[in-house]
């Protein structure tokens, strides 16, 4: 099976009824490029870069960070590489971030709010990106959007990085894409306001669902009731998808969810058509992918968004994974 799955690794993507799906890959740092090349992604859908902040004494420079986007912009040459903006707080704190321990880091200072609370050091990583642009297919994305004024905030401060650079006549990409992460159900219900501000989407189901059902995603008293298919959250990710489709937004999953073979066909059926994941999963996702036609899982997936009943979605999804290759 092992030799099997690595001769999948070159050629695209596509259902048995000859759709492409895009399948790329998370990294956290630099060096994980070498194992994004030999997993066949096309490219890097989730650049996790508060990895380049955590583990050291000071923040690092916009210059450091430049290299950093750069050397894996260049690297990809002709791929998209998605850089998501520092997402700190909660979980990840570094040392030289003031803010104190919150009673409640997962509903504090997190993600694009802590951005915007802190526009100097948020504008040194949106002026690095820029730079970095010149040298390959650098998009940006914004994490833990809640509501559109954070998203205008946002596209504001990265408005003003590009003139700043532009009147230092520093080379920069025309047009550098940009998108929003969907990982908090306010911003899922309200992701109909948000397709006319960005260039994608991107789903981030590891927080959706542990903000949709209340459930720490690193807490394990509580890990038996933090579910991907539960009807809440099935509903979320179904609404964004219909919307961003609708739109013509492409939106990806970016979360756990998406590296899940099990799980491939059910998102393969609700709309989605690009998948980000750690690396080590491309080709068990991608074998799902060449095993699936469109028309026979569509039907099922539907029903999986209409029903509230726990037990028929467990039921609709193994009859997904039955159907015959
Ligand atoms: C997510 O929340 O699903 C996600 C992709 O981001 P992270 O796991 O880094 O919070
Ligand atoms: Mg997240």
Same mark, same amino acid.
């Given at each position: 099976?092992?030799?099997?799955?690595?001769s999948?690794?070159k050629?695209?993507?596509?259902?048995?009824?000859?759709?492409?799906?895009?399948?790329?890959?998370?990294?956290?740092?630099?060096k994980d490029?070498?194992?994004?090349?030999?997993?066949?992604a096309?490219?890097?859908?989730?650049?996790?870069?508060?990895?380049?902040f955590?583990?050291?004494?000071?923040?690092?420079?916009?210059?450091?960070?430049?290299?950093?986007?750069r050397?894996?912009?260049?690297?990809?040459k002709?791929?998209?590489?998605t850089?998501?903006?520092?997402?700190?707080g909660?979980?990840?704190?570094?040392?030289?971030l003031?803010?104190?321990?919150a009673?409640?880091?997962?509903l504090?200072?997190?993600?694009?709010?802590?951005?915007?609370?802190? &526009?100097?050091?948020? @504008?040194?990583? !949106?002026?690095?990106? +820029? =730079?970095?642009?010149?040298?390959?297919?650098?998009? #940006? /994305?914004f994490?833990?959007?809640?509501?559109?004024?954070?998203l205008?905030q946002?596209?504001?401060?990265?408005a003003?990085?590009?003139?700043?650079?532009a009147a230092e006549?520093?080379?920069?990409?025309?047009?550098?894409?940009?998108g929003a992460?969907?990982e908090?159900?306010?911003?899922?219900?309200?992701?109909?306001?948000?397709?006319?501000?960005v260039?994608?989407?991107?789903?981030?189901?590891?927080?959706?669902?542990?903000?949709?059902?209340?459930?720490?995603?690193?807490?394990?008293?509580?890990?038996?009731?933090?579910?991907?298919v539960?009807?809440?959250?099935?509903?979320?990710?179904g609404h964004?998808?219909?919307?961003?489709?609708?739109?013509?937004?492409?939106?990806?999953?970016?979360?756990?969810?998406?590296?899940? &073979?099990?799980?491939? @066909?059910?998102? !393969?059926?609700?709309? +989605? =058509?690009?998948f980000?994941?750690?690396p080590?999963? #491309? /080709?068990?996702?991608?074998?799902?992918?060449?095993?699936?036609?469109?028309?026979e899982?569509?039907?099922?997936?539907?029903?999986?968004?209409?029903?509230?009943?726990?037990?028929?979605?467990?039921?609709?999804?193994?009859?997904?994974?039955?159907l015959?290759?």
């Amino acid at each position: 099976a092992r030799r099997k799955l690595s001769s999948l690794r070159k050629g695209v993507a596509k259902t048995r009824d000859g759709t492409p799906i895009e399948l790329v890959a998370n990294i956290e740092l630099p060096k994980d490029v070498e194992d994004v090349k030999r997993s066949g992604a096309m490219g890097v859908g989730l650049f996790r870069s508060e990895f380049l902040f955590l583990g050291r004494d000071t923040l690092p420079s916009e210059d450091e960070q430049f290299e950093a986007y750069r050397t894996v912009a260049e690297a990809l040459k002709g791929q998209p590489v998605t850089v998501r903006t520092m997402d700190l707080g909660a979980d990840k704190n570094p040392k030289w971030l003031n803010h104190g321990v919150a009673d409640n880091p997962a509903l504090g200072l997190t993600g694009i709010r802590l951005c915007l609370a802190e &526009p100097l050091m948020f @504008r040194a990583q !949106l002026r690095a990106l +820029l =730079r970095a642009s010149a040298y390959g297919q650098i998009r #940006i /994305l914004f994490p833990m959007v809640n509501c559109l004024p954070e998203l205008r905030q946002s596209l504001a401060q990265l408005a003003l990085a590009r003139e700043e650079l532009a009147a230092e006549n520093v080379p920069m990409a025309p047009k550098v894409e940009v998108g929003a992460m969907i990982e908090i159900p306010s911003a899922a219900l309200v992701v109909g306001s948000f397709v006319r501000h960005v260039d994608f989407l991107s789903i981030g189901t590891n927080d959706l669902i542990q903000y949709t059902l209340a459930i720490d995603r690193n807490d394990d008293a509580v890990s038996h009731l933090y579910d991907p298919v539960h009807p809440a959250v099935l509903k979320l990710i179904g609404h964004t998808i219909k919307t961003a489709n609708k739109a013509n937004i492409p939106v990806s999953v970016c979360g756990e969810m998406a590296g899940d &073979p099990k799980l491939t @066909r059910m998102l !393969l059926g609700i709309g +989605l =058509r690009r998948f980000s994941m750690h690396p080590a999963n #491309i /080709l068990a996702v991608k074998q799902q992918v060449l095993a699936t036609h469109l028309d026979e899982v569509s039907p099922l997936a539907a029903r999986m968004l209409r029903t509230e009943d726990p037990d028929r979605i467990a039921d609709l999804l193994n009859q997904l994974n039955a159907l015959p290759g």
